[in-house]
């Protein structure tokens, strides 16, 4: 049964039940056949990353891993307020940096 319906079975599925029931004589040739599949495919998908990256290395020799991204500090955290403070609704004229944003809502 368990070659049967090889794909439709989660192997996690079969373990728990084999452990259970006390199935593992019954279970282990399967467990032994899926981690065999498991093995291969990681060993080939870690060859196939390695060419991968060894590929992009030869087309692209420029080291661009030491530079910024988008060319400089762009994130709106590092920035701070880009420039004079804007007329603040806030008492007394103090701002928190953030700029407001025009919603069409105006306070009475």
């Known amino acids: 049964m368990l070659y049967a319906c090889y794909d439709l079975i989660r192997p996690d599925v079969i373990m728990e039940i084999s452990w259970r029931k006390g199935l593992h004589d019954f279970t282990m040739p399967f467990m032994i056949n899926f981690l065999c599949e498991q093995t291969r495919a990681i060993e080939t998908l870690k ?62």
């Open 47 to 108: 060859k196939d990353n390695e060419e991968r990256k060894a590929r992009e290395k030869a087309q692209n020799p420029v080291e661009q891993d030491n530079g910024p991204i988008l060319g400089g500090s762009r994130l709106m955290l590092t920035q701070g307020p880009g420039g004079p403070a804007p007329a603040s609704p806030m008492p007394y004229g103090q701002s928190n940096g953030i700029t407001p944003q025009a919603t069409g809502y105006r306070a009475f």
